[in-house]
T-cell receptor, first 116, second 118 residues
């Protein structure tokens, strides 16, 4: 399995500001994924991040709002830009397992964002 | 477009009971199905992964089954304990085309919120 950490674990932000969330994995992985979980909802995939290329965004999500960096095989960041209260969610990163855990997805602890 | 539904949305049982959580999906062309546990305000913990070629997987008191033809999966929890209280999510995986580097995509159900009482 993969061990994933996220920073910050939670934050409270003002409308119009931006927050960058960091995701660190304990092993090298090809793809990292960013999800959003709005209050009382299930998870929705925001984008897939490959190292060395632009992230691939799902329908309804755009790079200007959610820019993603993937500078190496163990790290990624997601920025939530120009935030509004509707952006209040838990943001989670995930990776596919390697070796015996291939095809299994593992998730970080999440970042709980509240926008006032 | 894959849609995943979980029934019931919430469940409360006394400690010691066996219980079944249900997950149904509309597109049977899945690559695998994964069950997760989520504690309030926390991330997801992977419980069981069933490949499309498998019928079931077991881990301790948990047993997950998969019937692709009917679009259903169940998670069976034996001898439930208060520590099992959490939200349980199932997710159906669709693999990208081979050799394209396209990632697997998970479609999540809305979850079953389980409360095990003393």
């Amino acid at each position: 399995s993969a061990v994933i950490s996220q920073k910050p674990s939670r934050d409270i932000c003002q409308r119009g500001t931006s927050l960058t969330i960091q995701c660190q994995v304990d092993s090298q992985v090809t793809m990292m994924f960013w999800y959003r979980q709005q209050p009382g909802q299930s998870l929705t995939l925001i984008a897939t991040a490959n190292q060395g290329s632009e992230a691939t965004y799902e329908s309804g999500f755009v790079i200007d709002k959610f820019p993603i960096s993937r500078p190496n095989l163990t790290f990624s960041t997601l920025t939530v830009s120009n935030m509004s209260p509707e952006d209040s969610s838990i943001y989670l990163c995930s990776v596919e397992g390697q070796g015996a855990s291939y095809n299994e997805q593992f998730f970080g602890p999440g970042t709980r964002l509240t926008v006032l | 477009k894959q849609e995943v539904t979980q029934i019931p949305a919430a469940l409360s049982v006394p400690e010691g009971e066996n219980l079944v959580l249900n997950c149904s999906f509309t597109d049977s062309a899945i690559y695998n199905l994964q069950w997760f546990r989520q504690d309030p305000g926390k991330g997801l913990t992977s419980l069981l992964l069933i490949q499309s070629s498998q019928r079931e997987q077991t881990s301790g008191r948990l047993n997950a089954s998969l019937d692709k033809s009917s679009g259903r999966s169940t998670l069976y929890i034996a001898a439930s304990q208060p520590g099992d209280s959490a939200t349980y999510l199932c997710a159906a995986t669709r693999r990208g085309p081979p050799c394209t580097g396209t990632a697997s995509k998970l479609t999540f159900g809305t979850g079953t919120r389980l409360q095990v009482t003393l």
